[in-house]
């Protein structure tokens, strides 16, 4: 009983660090930042609503680099390589709910069979690793990404490192403005810089254009061959 209590008790947190951090950087951080503080004033009750938030954030469909944010006040620049850990792991769920449902969807579905297999088509000319990466610096929900690749797939393995490395400019990002809270409070900005997102989203698009125009050449003469 006292343990479940105590995983429950951590899930709160973990919801409660994560809300406290999307009001800290959408709005003043005034009213936030204590409690925020007291947060980070443990590392291991920090870390555990850490590894919370991690946990249920793919179910409450917040944005993955809130993760980093997070990371960013509690740790410092520290928390990046910790950011880029929370986002990879928080990738898993719906990667593995589209690999579990992949085949039924595709006995069932004429539609999901096709998109399935364009995406292996996609995933084979890419590559696994380049595809989840440069798909990953594209300005798109993280969660469509992973059920995407589970959908195609692609292995575990060329998940994990695609994300980790197309995910690191997003944590450095997220880790910034963590890092700024507390000087938000004293009349400071922090967002993401449009020129950082218009350069990963064009370093994306380099990585996957050749492949998917490949594919969709290579779809669109199969009949006629």
Known sequence: ????????????????????AAVAWAVSPDAVLGPLSWFAGDPVRFGAALVALTAVRPFLAWPTTLLAVVAGFGYGWAGVPVGVAAMVATALPPYWLARAGRVRARECSRLADRLCGAGERFADATGGVRAVAGTRLLPVPSDAVSVAAGGAGVRLRSLLVGTAVGEFPWAVVGVAIGVSVDRLA??????????????????GALLLGGPLYRTFTSDSASPTA
């Open 1 to 20: 009983m006292n343990r479940r209590t105590g995983i429950v008790g951590y899930v709160l947190a973990g919801g409660a660090l994560a809300a406290l």
């Open 186 to 203: 004293e009349g400071g900005t922090a967002s993401i810089d449009p020129a950082a997102v218009l350069a990963m989203a064009g370093v």
